[in-house]
C-alpha cells in the first residue's frame, strides 16, 4: 500500500475510525524483528504508514547511552528493514518511527523475544544457548483427550513464596526445579506436591513480560497476577534470579517446563492477546499507531476487556501476531496449553486458526478461553469467540460458569449460596454442568440459570471449576455464604463441590490451594494484593490433611476410570441415566453399560447438597462404595448389597460395580 493510499484511508475515517487499516498490508514473515546469522544482525519492523524508522543500539539494558542510530529502508509489505555485518550477541536495541513528523518513543517492538530490566530494551542473545541439558528430547504429557487432563491453576509467588513452603527460590520459575521441599511438619510442598496430588496439568497465570511489576525493585515486594502485557513474547523478569540478564528469564523458564515435564506435568501458558497495558504507549502503538485496536465511532479505544483497550484480531497482523506467538511458545519453551483471558474479545476464524496451527506443532496441545468478554465490542456477536459459538470452535473450550455458579453461589453475591450449600433449585444448571453443556434427553435447558442451550458440540469443550483467581475463592466463598456454619461443615461442602466438578463430563480445573483449604482472607480480587494475601500457606496441609486426601483420592478416581473422561454428545447421552428424584438439593444419577469402556459396569453417584441426611433406593447388587460421608478412596471404602441407603449431609455417594 503506498503512502499516497494510506493517506486517502485515514481520510474517510471520520464514520468508522477503522477504516484506515483494512487495506494495511501484511507480513507474515519469520524474520520479524530480529535475525542473527553468519551474516551478521538484521531487523525487520512492520510499520506500514511510518514515515521513516530506525533501530538504536544500546550497550546495556538500562541507563546508558545509544552507541548508534542505524537508519531503516523500506522493505516488502509494509516492513522496514536494516543490517549490520557482524553478531551483536549481547547488545541492546529499540526501534522508534516518524508519525506524522514526529519521532514517537523507543520501543522493543511487538516481537522481542528477549529483554532486559523492565522490558524497555529488547536484547540480542543466542537462544541455542539458554537449552537446558536434554532439551532436545523434552516432552510434556501424552493425553488422548483435553478431558484427560486435571488441570491446577497456579501463580509463581502463590505457590511458592510463603515461608513454610521451604523453597529456595521464592517466586521464581526455579521454584518448581525443586525436588524434596517440604513444610515444617516434612509434608511435602512444590513439584513434589503437585506429584502426590496427581494433577496432569499446571495452569500458571501469565509469564510473559508484564507491566506492573518494578524488576529493578523487586524486594519492594511487588505483587501481580500479570494481566497487563507488555512483551508478549519474553519470559517476565520478576520470575527470574536476574532480570537485567535476558538469557537468564529464557533460561529459567525452560528448565522449569523441564523439570514439569519431567515429572509428569504438563504446562498450560495463560495469554492475554486481548488488551495491552498501555493505550498510547503500548509497543503495538509505537510501531502501527491505531491498527492493532478497536475503536469507538468517535476514534477512543473501544474496551470490551474493561482494561482501558481491546485489539482487533480480526485485522490479518494482529491475527498472524497471535497464532506466531502461540506458535512461538510451544515451540521454543515446549508449551502444552494455553488458557485465552477474556477469549470472547477474539474472534471465532482466529481461535480455530490457533487451533489448528498448535495442534501441527503438538497433536496433545490443548485450548480453552475466557467465553465472555468484559463489556460491549464492536466485533459482532456472532463472529465472537463466545461460550455460546463454542461448537463452532470444535479444537477450543470454554469455562463453564453454569456448574460454577449453580454449585457454590453466583459469583456476584459473596452471601449467594448453590447446589452445595443447601439452596434448592439449581438442580437442573447443575446437571448442565454434569453432561458437560452438551444436548441431553434428560436435561431441560430452559429451566439453566445461565445457559438456556446446549452449548458444547461435544463434553471436550467445556472447563468444569467452582473457583479461580478470579472473584472469591472457595474457600472464602464458603465462609462468606455460611456464616454460622463450622469450619468442617465448610470443609464438608467443599469436598462435595469438587466431588461433582471432578466427576462430571468435561476437563476438570481446580485452583492452587483449594486442596488443603487455603484462602486469600476474603479478597476477591486479589491481582495486586501482597504476599500476606496470596501466598500458599503450607502448613494448611498439616491442619487439612483429610482435605488434601480426599482431594488426591478425588483425582486419582477421575484418572483410572474413563467413565468420567466421555469425549462425545452420544456417548454422555447413552451412558449417562439420570435418577428421578423429587427433593431439593439432591441428584443421582448412574453411568452405565461400561461407559467410554472402563471397567465397571455401573457408577452409581448421588450428591445431596442439603443439611440434612437423604435416603435412597439402589437396586441390589455387589457394590463397592467409593465415596461416603465425606470420605472417599478410589479403590473402595467398603461393599454394599445396596437397597435403602443414607446419603449423609453435603456428601457424595459413589458406588460401583463390575456386573
Given at each position: 500500500m503506498t503512502m499516497v493510499a494510506i493517506n486517502a484511508a485515514i481520510a474517510t475515517t471520520a464514520q468508522n475510525p477503522d477504516a484506515a487499516y483494512?487495506?494495511?498490508?501484511?507480513?507474515?514473515?519469520?524474520?520479524?524483528?530480529?535475525?542473527?546469522?553468519?551474516?551478521?544482525?538484521?531487523?525487520?519492523?512492520?510499520?506500514?504508514?511510518?514515515?521513516a524508522a530506525r533501530v538504536i543500539l544500546y550497550p546495556t539494558d538500562r541507563n546508558t547511552a545509544a552507541t548508534d542510530t542505524i537508519p531503516m529502508t523500506r522493505g516488502e509489505n509494509g516492513t522496514w528493514v536494516a543490517s549490520v555485518p557482524k553478531q551483536l550477541y549481547g547488545s541492546f536495541y529499540t526501534f522508534s518511527i516518524l508519525d506524522k513528523g514526529k519521532w514517537l518513543a523507543e520501543t522493543p517492538g511487538v516481537w522481542a523475544k528477549a529483554v532486559g530490566t523492565n522490558g524497555h530494551r529488547a536484547a540480542i542473545i543466542d537462544f541455542a544457548a539458554t537449552n537446558p541439558a536434554g532439551w532436545e528430547s523434552d516432552r510434556g504429557p501424552k493425553i488422548s483427550h483435553i478431558n484427560d487432563a486435571v488441570i491446577y491453576e497456579m501463580h509463581h509467588r502463590d505457590f511458592s513464596q510463603h515461608p513454610s513452603s521451604g523453597i529456595v527460590n521464592k517466586g521464581k520459575f526455579l521454584a518448581?526445579?525443586?525436588?524434596?521441599?517440604?513444610?515444617?511438619?516434612?509434608?511435602?510442598?512444590?513439584?513434589?506436591?503437585?506429584?502426590?496430588?496427581?494433577?496432569?496439568?499446571?495452569?500458571?497465570?501469565?509469564?510473559?513480560?508484564?507491566?506492573?511489576?518494578?524488576?529493578?525493585?523487586?524486594?519492594?515486594?511487588?505483587y501481580n497476577w500479570g494481566y497487563d502485557p507488555y512483551n508478549y513474547n519474553a519470559p517476565e523478569g520478576s520470575y527470574s534470579t536476574n532480570p537485567s540478564d535476558p538469557s537468564a528469564r529464557v533460561t529459567e523458564m525452560k528448565e522449569m517446563v523441564k523439570s514439569l515435564h519431567d515429572n509428569g506435568i504438563g504446562v498450560i501458558m495463560d495469554v492475554v492477546y486481548n488488551h495491552t497495558a498501555n493505550n498510547d504507549d503500548s509497543n503495538f502503538s509505537l510501531t502501527a499507531p491505531g491498527y492493532y485496536y478497536r475503536h469507538r465511532p468517535d476514534g477512543s479505544y473501544s474496551d470490551a476487556s474493561g482494561c482501558g483497550n481491546e485489539t482487533a484480531s480480526e485485522r490479518l497482523q494482529m491475527r498472524d501476531f497471535i497464532i506466531n506467538s502461540v506458535k512461538y511458545w510451544a515451540k521454543?519453551?515446549?508449551?502444552?496449553?494455553?488458557?485465552?483471558?477474556?477469549?470472547?474479545?477474539?474472534?471465532?476464524?482466529?481461535?480455530?486458526?490457533?487451533?489448528?496451527?498448535?495442534?501441527?506443532?503438538?497433536?496433545?496441545?490443548?485450548?480453552?478461553?475466557?467465553?465472555?468478554?468484559?463489556?460491549?465490542?464492536?466485533?459482532?456477536?456472532?463472529?465472537?469467540?463466545?461460550?455460546?459459538?463454542?461448537?463452532?470452535?470444535?479444537?477450543?473450550?470454554?469455562?463453564?460458569?453454569?456448574?460454577?455458579?449453580?454449585?457454590?453461589?453466583?459469583?456476584?453475591d459473596a452471601s449467594d449460596r448453590g447446589f452445595a450449600t443447601g439452596k434448592p433449585g439449581l438442580e437442573e444448571t447443575v446437571k448442565i454442568g454434569i453432561v458437560g453443556a452438551t444436548a441431553h434427553p434428560q436435561v431441560?435447558?430452559?429451566?439453566?440459570?445461565?445457559?438456556?442451550?446446549?452449548?458444547?458440540?461435544?463434553?471436550?469443550?467445556?472447563?468444569?471449576?467452582?473457583?479461580?483467581?478470579?472473584?472469591?475463592?472457595?474457600?472464602?466463598?464458603?465462609?462468606?455464604?455460611?456464616?454460622?456454619?463450622?469450619e468442617a461443615e465448610r470443609k464438608r461442602a467443599a469436598r462435595l463441590a469438587q466431588t461433582i466438578v471432578l466427576t462430571s463430563q468435561g476437563t476438570p480445573f481446580i485452583f492452587a490451594g483449594e486442596e488443603i483449604f487455603r484462602d486469600k482472607k476474603g479478597v476477591h480480587n486479589s491481582y495486586k494484593s501482597p504476599d500476606s494475601i496470596n501466598a500458599i500457606d503450607w502448613s494448611l496441609k498439616h491442619d487439612n490433611a483429610d482435605q488434601f486426601d480426599y482431594y488426591r483420592e478425588l483425582i486419582k478416581l477421575r484418572k483410572e476410570h474413563p467413565a468420567f473422561r466421555m469425549t462425545t454428545t452420544d456417548q454422555v447421552a447413552r451412558h449417562l441415566k439420570f435418577d428421578k428424584v423429587s427433593e431439593p438439593n439432591l441428584i443421582s444419577y448412574s453411568l452405565v453399560d461400561n461407559a467410554n469402556g472402563d471397567s465397571w459396569k455401573e457408577i452409581k453417584l448421588v450428591f445431596n447438597g442439603s443439611d440434612e441426611p437423604r435416603q435412597v433406593k439402589i437396586a441390589k447388587g455387589d457394590w463397592t462404595v467409593i465415596a461416603d460421608d465425606g470420605k472417599i478412596k478410589a479403590s473402595g471404602l467398603s461393599s454394599s448389597k445396596g437397597g435403602k441407603m443414607t446419603v449423609a449431609p453435603r456428601s457424595a455417594l459413589i458406588l460401583a460395580r463390575e456386573k
Open positions: 483494512l487495506d494495511y498490508p501484511s507480513y507474515n514473515g519469520e524474520d520479524l524483528e530480529l535475525t542473527v546469522d553468519s551474516k551478521g544482525t538484521h531487523w525487520r519492523l512492520w510499520s506500514p504508514a511510518a514515515e518448581l526445579t525443586e525436588p524434596g521441599t517440604v513444610n515444617a511438619q516434612g509434608e511435602a510442598t512444590g513439584i513434589d506436591h503437585l506429584k502426590e496430588l496427581g494433577v496432569t496439568h499446571v495452569h500458571i497465570l501469565p509469564s510473559y513480560d508484564y507491566n506492573s511489576v518494578d524488576e529493578s525493585n523487586l524486594p519492594s515486594n511487588g521454543e519453551y515446549h508449551i502444552d496449553g494455553f488458557r485465552f483471558d477474556l477469549m470472547a474479545i477474539h474472534d471465532i476464524e482466529t481461535m480455530n486458526e490457533v487451533a489448528a496451527a498448535l495442534k501441527e506443532i503438538n497433536p496433545d496441545i490443548f485450548i480453552y478461553g475466557e467465553g465472555w468478554t468484559a463489556g460491549d465490542s464492536p466485533l459482532p456477536v456472532g463472529k465472537r469467540a463466545l461460550k455460546e459459538n463454542v461448537a463452532r470452535m470444535p479444537e477450543v473450550a470454554v469455562f463453564s460458569d453454569d456448574i460454577r455458579d449453580a454449585i457454590k453461589g453466583h459469583y456476584t431441560d435447558y430452559s429451566k439453566g440459570n445461565n445457559s438456556k442451550f446446549a452449548y458444547a458440540a461435544a463434553p471436550t469443550q467445556v472447563i468444569n471449576y467452582v473457583s479461580c483467581h478470579d472473584d472469591l475463592m472457595l474457600t472464602d466463598k464458603l465462609r462468606k455464604s455460611m456464616p454460622d456454619a463450622t
